[in-house]
């Protein structure tokens, strides 16, 4: 157990439509980090926030947003889901406060997105 | 920029074999380099990381990686594979200018053969 908790494990929903991705990072870790993992496209890092606030952003949809709450849990929106939006979404933590465990990543188990 | 290649796909070996995976990446400065694994439906487990000092570098399951620079690469090694190894394993190298993001490879998909 990484210490990483996602919510829901598993969504169903169709085209068109709005989901929030729930995680919650590992006690102490100040930086979240959104990933997809699609067939297609592997792992892909989406977006990374940092205390609240937005640090980096990767080959992230202008469909999809992020933020970080006070509590340090993040959440991830995607709306008007196409198909192709289907796929696992994993959320990882780190301390990133500077330092080589900086760069150490714990993963939760992820959310399995399907769009029909 | 940087990234990550892992040549092979699939990869598979008899229980019992010694198993090697191979990971070459890019990348401008000393590399934060790690393995993780994933089984069938679950999360990513790290194995092990490289961030500086020993080449040689021990993880958990019996796996260990060499970090060489002049090729490159860091390969993950096991010296007798078990079939509860079958799973699908990543590369990763992590930014170091501003954000600590990972760029992960393509996998390689290991099966056991009992």
């Known amino acids: 157990d990484s210490g990483v908790t996602q919510t829901p494990k598993h969504l169903i929903t169709a085209t068109g439509q709005r989901v929030t991705l729930r995680c919650s990072p590992r006690s102490g870790d100040l930086s979240v980090y959104w990933y997809q993992q699609s067939l297609d496209q592997g792992l892909q890092f989406l977006i990374q926030y940092y205390n609240g606030e937005e640090r980096a952003k990767g080959n992230i949809l202008e469909r999809f947003s992020a933020q970080q709450f006070p509590d340090l849990h993040s959440e991830l929106n995607l709306s008007s889901l196409e198909l192709g939006d289907s796929a696992l979404y994993f959320c990882a933590s780190s301390v990133a406060t500077g330092g080589s465990g900086s760069y150490e990543q714990y993963f939760g188990p992820g959310t399995r997105l399907t769009v029909t | 920029a940087q990234s990550v290649t892992q040549p092979d796909i699939h990869i598979t070996v008899s229980e019992g074999a010694s198993l090697e995976l191979r990971c070459n990446y890019s990348?401008?400065?000393?590399?934060?380099l790690f393995w993780y694994v994933q089984s069938p439906g679950q999360g990513l487990q790290l194995l092990l990381k490289y961030f500086s000092g020993d080449t040689l570098v021990q993880g958990i399951k019996g796996f260990e990686a060499e970090f060489k620079r002049s090729q490159s690469s860091f390969n993950l090694r096991k010296p007798s594979v078990h079939w509860s190894d079958a799973a699908e394993y990543f590369c990763a190298v992590a930014a170091t200018s501003g954000t600590y993001k990972y760029i992960f490879g393509t996998g390689t998909r290991l099966k056991v053969l009992a």
């Open positions: 990348y401008g400065a000393t590399p934060y």
